[in-house]
């Protein structure tokens, strides 16, 4: 708990660091995620349980932004009634298997706009750079297993902003999202497709 109070204030002392610096931006967005790699190995099926809220400020320039973001997303995934052995190989379980995987984001953040802020268009691509809180759940029966743990996470993203005003836009983006192994917790992959308003506060 003590790395997660430590992250969220470092988080939220970007922007009020930032505000008296030129314009600044909120986005909304619903995002849906599939699983990469090892996480499409738990975790195949795509999931529509997500969000994010992400701050953008321009103190800069008028091309780059910084801020920060932070989301969820809800894997899930029922598997057939069957047996299943341990990867360790110690012990074997039949029944019916409910899987899931809960990500918390939560990362800092700059991104580079290829068009200025007059443009009605302004497609974007960056980088952002954190930790992902990770908790993975397996149900079978009467038996309950889960794991939780902190990953240093890295997120390249790529977008577009549509203008419907100075104050409103909307925002199409998707992002790849990589949480490194730890001691007891494989790494993490996953891809989100997000839609979304971008407005300013």
């Known amino acids: ?14 922007p009020v660091c930032m505000m008296a610096q030129d314009i600044s931006h909120l986005t909304l967005q619903y ?30 320039s008028d091309k780059v932004a910084v801020g920060f973001d932070l989301g969820w997303n809800t894997f899930f995934q029922d598997k057939d009634y ?19 995987i809960n990500t918390f984001p939560m990362l800092a953040t700059a991104d580079y706009f290829f068009q200025n802020s007059d443009s009605y268009i302004r497609p974007f691509a960056g980088l952002g750079v954190g930790t992902i809180h990770s908790i993975k ?12 743990d902190w990953h240093f996470g890295l997120k ?14 909307l925002t199409l983006s998707a992002e790849y999202l990589y949480g490194f192994k730890t001691k007891d ?4 992959q996953y891809l989100t497709f997000n839609l979304g308003f971008v407005f300013i506060p």
Request: aromatic share 16%; proline share 1%; hydrophobic share 35%.
């Open 137 to 148: 759940t397996l149900d079978m029966g009467l038996y309950t297993w889960e794991s939780t």
């Open 82 to 100: 069957a047996s299943y052995t341990s990867k360790d190989g110690e012990t074997t379980v039949t029944g019916k298997q409910y899987r899931y």
């Open 31 to 60: 995002s849906t995620g599939v699983g990469v790699g090892s996480t499409a190995d738990y975790v195949s099926q795509m999931s529509f349980r997500g969000f994010s809220l992400d701050y953008k400020n321009f103190g800069i």
């Open 185 to 188: 917790v494989s790494e993490l």
């Open 156 to 169: 390249p993203q790529a977008g577009v902003w549509v203008g419907f005003d100075d104050a409103t836009k």
């Open 1 to 14: 708990m003590k790395k997660l109070y430590i992250s969220f204030l470092l988080l939220i002392s970007m």
